[in-house]
């Protein structure tokens, strides 16, 4: 069954479940493209933004107060994720999202009608153009809702997600700051370090990570609401801009205000891009701690096994009992997504013609995505792998006591080139560093009790 609906290029067949109108209905038709479809947090962006627009002119008196009501009560029921299921459009449309506007006028308008006992979808007595998008436009409320579902998905579940992580890697530092261990540079074996000390690396890691994206969060409160079309505010009243701004803190808790350009709003998308960055940033940190825990407990028995990840599954479907460091496999595969979404929203961000920058689905769609992947990433890599990390001390002074680097120590006393001379006689002969500075006659072996003691050899960072 369907219905009759309307638009500016005539009539359009609308399923009669439906909620929305003629435009959604000819970008399904026009748009059948990949399975990627606009993230339910930008068309919950919008129905916030109908929401506030409605409230500004509302008050404004630019819209009855009877329409306002019944398009808020509209927006409230899709930002309660009831009609989810009314936004199918894809994420490769018009390139300033104004289908996704449209859908989400559309559908407000269609469910306020039937509110109002007029049946479902239809223009009246709320218009999706002329009522529900007062005020706006599609180029100034799709970089808005952008602005704003990234805001959310950051606070709300980036960040915690990062300190939770953080969290489990400073218990498991402080656990094992006395634990002395071989450290390694270029892959090959290096002075002695805690494993405190180690660990401690990754949690600054994430905190720089975190300090970069709080860094970029000012610009992205900042929001192009207000500017219309192309920035001059044509059709919006005076101070809409800063009125709706006010409104969408008020309502989200967050601090958003107008943004001070809104021609570099609607044309450049230099916030969206720096916060991509320091998401890459975070990405880079994760890769490093997933490929140092997955060296760190390779083995069982051939490789390093100073660390025991968690046997969460069975890791092969021929080889019995071996398991796998997936974990970390998949905090690493993440972590490439999100340097390869960086680039595409490098390039997209750059396609600013003119007055609209028309690639905007594609960035919100990559920036989207690696905010969940890497918050899920966090969260799922402290719940299923540090928070199971075991470590073999054992294995950690086997590898300490064979360790030709702890040579370095003698350096004060008789110098590099005898203590290179020892750790090569070392090396080449099998002997242990005592057998071999001994067998040299360079020190003897109360001297070598004395001056090689690996607690000793952790500078000012030792505990």
Not at 310 to 332: F, H, Y
């Amino acid at each position: 069954m369907s219905r009759i609906e309307t638009d500016s290029l005539g009539e359009v067949h609308v399923p009669e479940e439906a909620y929305w109108g003629a435009q959604t209905q000819r970008s399904l038709i026009n748009f059948a493209i990949g399975n990627e479809k606009m993230p339910l947090d930008v068309l919950h962006a919008l129905a916030l933004i109908k929401k506030a627009a409605a409230r500004v002119n509302d008050r404004n008196g630019d819209l009855p107060a009877d329409i306002a009501r019944l398009i808020e009560q509209a927006a409230d029921e899709v930002l309660d994720g009831q009609h989810d299921d009314q936004f199918p459009l894809a994420v490769w449309q018009t390139g300033s999202g104004t289908q996704s506007n449209m859908n989400a006028n559309e559908v407000i308008a269609g469910r306020a009608n039937e509110l109002a006992g007029k049946g479902r979808g239809g223009k009246s007595p709320v218009h999706p153009n002329d009522h529900v998008n007062r005020s706006q436009s599609s180029n100034d409320c799709f970089p808005t809702a952008m602005h704003i579902a990234v805001a959310k998905a950051v606070n709300n579940h980036l960040l915690p997600a990062i300190n939770e992580l953080s969290g489990g890697l400073a218990e498991l530092s402080a656990r094992h700051m006395k634990l002395v261990k071989t450290g390694r540079t270029h892959m090959m074996d290096a002075t002695p370090i805690t494993f405190g000390q180690e660990v401690s690396a990754y949690i600054a890691q994430l905190d720089y990570a975190e300090r970069a994206i709080n860094a970029a969060m000012p610009a992205i409160y900042e929001l192009a609401q207000g500017g219309t079309a192309v920035g001059t505010g044509l059709n919006a009243p005076h101070g809409f801009g800063e009125a709706i701004a006010a409104e969408l803190a008020a309502l989200s808790g967050l601090p958003f205000i107008t943004a001070p350009n809104k021609f570099a709003a609607l044309s450049g998308h230099e916030p969206l891009t720096n916060l991509s960055g320091a998401l890459k940033t975070l990405a880079v940190a994760l890769m490093k701690l997933a490929n140092d825990f997955r060296l760190l407990g390779s083995g069982p028995r051939a490789g390093l096994a100073e660390i025991k990840l968690p046997a969460n599954e069975p890791g092969s479907s021929i080889m019995p009992g071996k398991v796998n460091p997936t974990q970390c496999e998949a905090l690493s595969m993440l972590a490439c997504q999100v340097m390869g979404n960086d680039v595409t929203i490098g390039f997209a961000a750059s396609q600013g013609h003119l007055q609209l920058n028309v690639y905007k689905p594609v960035i919100i769609h990559n920036l989207l995505q690696s905010i969940q992947l890497l918050a899920d990433g966090c969260s799922n890599f402290q719940e299923h792998c540090v928070n199971g990390l075991e470590v073999d001390a054992a294995k950690m002074a086997e590898h300490l006591e064979r360790g030709l680097m702890l040579v370095t120590a003698l350096n004060p006393h008789i110098g590099y080139d005898k203590s290179a001379e020892i750790a090569k006689k070392a090396y080449a002969e099998g002997l242990t560093l005592r057998e071999a500075a001994l067998e040299l006659g360079y020190l003897t072996d109360e001297e070598f009790d004395q001056w090689v003691r690996p607690e000793n050899m952790l500078g000012s960072g030792k505990h």
